[in-house]
């Protein structure tokens, strides 16, 4: 079957970085500490089952959410040290940590399916659900499974690929289509990787599978399922998909077929603070500093940042690794500038504008944390409404918040309509935050009870 | 780099130059950079910045000043250095008294205006034309980014209507030194004579300053387009609209309206329309809105350059469609989110 290319309207290529994860797959070592948030993917709270002092084996449920629900899991052996409310994620959930007793074995989910083809829909998506793989909704009509790869650092799906081998992502894929009874599965790489979509395909074929394949452009923010599904799949059909990353599927299938609950994650260090950038494998949980202490470049200050440079937050050494986890960048900070940056030819500086030889000439670009420019007032030039994803204005509606005037004009000119993907800000000649304004006017919008309803037109 | 850092730091701190801290702290800016750093996500930002936009700009009117250098010799560039030191100086004192850097818009603008004026243009009136227009066409807004009419033009037409002997019938031939009251435009309009394409694009004619050599305008806004600091839109609105609408017109009228490829040479149009209607700051920021002050400036230009007593409408045009850009946005805004749930 062709191989349909995706492009949407808005957005930005991120192109090459210099300090992309390299194509090697290492593993982390074991951590003598585990950080876990008793609280689920969807960011609900959840009972604690355990107590401090209690000893726990990896994979065994820490907390749960209802019977049969999202469920946290030890992510390795050992005891109980704490477990006390703490900040996550810009709020405040409960957090256990787990002082590991050194042992990599875990003990094999409750209700393990390994003659899966057997068991009913419904069994599979619990034990999905449980294993901390993936949520999945009862009926779906689309599932796509996506490596966008649209960020300035992204992890190679070869080596994942590599870490799991062929046959067990085509067995993830026949769970998910029997787990999702009458869904059709749609394979989203950049078009970059046709090659591996291809492959792919002809193994899936192999064991009956139907996949439909999708060449994606690569700009920034297609991974987001607001960009992608739609695109993929018109507006209707799109609201009715579920997304799922490309490791979510191995982690399924291992918990279907092996029984095993997703205590690991494989993250990709990025970023030009770290001289060696391998793929690792590390137990979630695991302290961000602890996995790129090895890595660092001595005598540069760099920052920790989750998953996406663009949309990702800042993380603390202490901060441990999350269950979505997919990228840990340690990007420079720059607090000196450069010189007369003005006139410099920018042999590695990223910009939209053609007005720096690396967007000329395609050269590797560097990454620091420097504004690269002060602020001014807004000259209306247009960058952030071409590279606005949804199509909305973001240079007319950060006036309106900057002059505090928040009311249903904001509303009319689809403020809800943002996805908060900060492209905006990004690209701004002005260096003003773009989408920081827009998100305090829909927050204010909300408290003033002028909520999104039907946001779509 | 530290060391010049540590230099305007110093310079910046010092009790004695207090009142000239804006001006200190925007030349370590252009010699060293920003130093502040994101606090949030985004956690990397973009090259572009104001000083490269604007740079930009300048780069691409290169080739138009150089030439008006080469043509007009010290005249040039002393009309550019006196464009740059009285505009300057304005700049500055509302830098100062703002307690503000100032600002790089005004880099364009003093580049601008000069190009605009005939050659034959006395020192003091570019004196008076840049401070009128940086001071009541950019400064009593409030700025870069917040003037509603082009700056440039707005010292251009200010100097022309107090002074119109001077601005309209005085004209200089590159390498030469007659004064002649003759331009292209002109030249069509009294004698349907029609002015050779060649020494059109090469600028050997009459006109203003920067206009002429219209090879290196061209490439310029190429670049301007290429390089994206300056949007496709307006250009092509403007330039397609004239050379539509003058063709359409040369069929029906053609003893009253000169042909497109005459229309499109002559004059300002190319250098209007490249690097005057494209100011971002006053066109309407919407694409569509973009189309609307293309066409619009097209149909007034053609209007002024054959239906009324001027010979040129370029800056007029602009200037007058200027006026109607943010009424331009807002009727684009109903529109577009016209039928937009609420």
Redesign the interface.
Known sequence: MAIRYENFSGGYSFKRFAGSPEDTLLEAPLPAKVRLALRSAAGADLTALVKTGETVKAGQALALEGSGGASVLATVSGRIEELKPAAWLGGKTKVATIAGDGSADWTPLAGRLPDWRAASPEALRELALRSGAAALPARAAHLVVQAAEDE?HNPSPEILLQAWGMETLVEGLAILAKALPGVRLHLALHHRRRALAARIQLAAGKQGLSLELHALCGKYPQAHHAVLLPGLLGKTDGRQAVLLDLQAVFHLRDAVALGKPMLERVVALAGAGLARRPHLRARIGTPLGELVQPYLRAGRES?L?LN???????AAPEAPLPREAAVLIA?P???????????AP?LA????????AAGLLSLPKK????????H????????C?DVCPVRI?P??LHRYVQKNVID?TL????IFRCIDC??C???????I?L??LMRQGKEKLVKEGLGP??VD? | ??T??SLFDALAKSRLLRPFKPVIQTIG??????????A??????????????M??VILAMAPAAVAAVVFYGWKAVAMIAVSYVVGGIIEVLFALIRKK?I???FLVTGLIFPLILPPTAPLWMVAVGIAFGVFFGKEVF?????NIFNPALVGRIFITIAFPELMSARWQKPFTDAVTAATPLGLFKSGRELTPLVDLLLGQVTGSMGELFRLGVIAGGLFLI????A?WRVPLAYLGSVALLSWIGNLALPSLIAPPQFQLLAGGLLFGAFFMATD??S?P???AGKWVFGVGCGIVTLLIRHFSGFGEGVMFSILFMNAFAPLI?TLV?NLK?R????
């Open positions: 300035p920052r940042v996406s440079l663009i949309g990702g937050s800042a990007v900070e720059n607090r000196e500038g450069g010189f007369l940056p003005f006139a920018g500086s990223d910009s939209r504008s053609l007005t720096f990454a620091d944390t420097n504004l690269h420019g002060e001014r007032a807004c000259i209306s030039c247009g960058f409404e204005l240079n007319i249903e509303v009319r000119f689809q900060n492209l800000s990004y690209v701004c000649t002005s260096k935050p989408a920081r309803r039907e037109a | 780099m530290k010049l850092r800016g252009i010699v060293c950079g920003s130093r502040e750093t994101t949030e996500a985004p956690h990397i930002r973009d090259h572009i910045e104001i000083k490269r936009y740079s930009a850097e600002e790089e818009g409030g700025g870069t980014g917040r290429f390089t994206r600091v949007n971002p700051v066109s920021s919407t694409r946005d805004l989110y039928t937009a749930k609420v």
